[in-house]
Nanobody
């Protein structure tokens, strides 16, 4: 699976942004998909994950209630809607894939996409 993330940018605190991750290669719908992020000087952090059919979602504690992950299997794309952005959300965001959504939420990844930078100014 090849993953291509897009949608990052520079926004102000309180703004919204939607990231997209387009997949190609193996059957997209067979994989759980997720997002991770890494801020400068910090370890990579789990953000959100969604099961292959969209029936289960998981979120990191720092984004619960503000971020929403979704997917469109017909378009081979997973989305991350980010609302009420804060400066501490500033990071490079990576999309990822794994067969199992629970395993993905714990940081085990089969495929990584390239990152997209999100910068939130105060």
């Amino acid at each position: 699976v090849q993953l291509q993330a897009s949608g990052g940018g520079l926004v102000q605190s309180g703004d919204s942004l939607r990231l997209s991750c387009a997949a190609s290669g193996r059957t997209f719908s067979g994989y759980a998909m997720g997002w991770f992020r890494q801020a400068p000087g910090k370890e990579r952090e789990f953000v959100a994950a969604i099961s292959w059919n969209g029936g289960s979602t998981y979120y990191g504690d720092s984004v619960k209630g503000r971020f929403t992950i979704s997917r469109d299997n017909a378009k081979n794309t997973v989305y991350l809607q980010m609302n009420s952005l804060k400066p501490e959300d500033t990071a490079v965001y990576y999309c990822a894939a794994h067969i199992g959504v629970v395993t993905l939420s714990r940081g085990r990844v089969h495929y990584w996409g390239q990152g997209t930078q999100v910068t939130v100014s105060s």
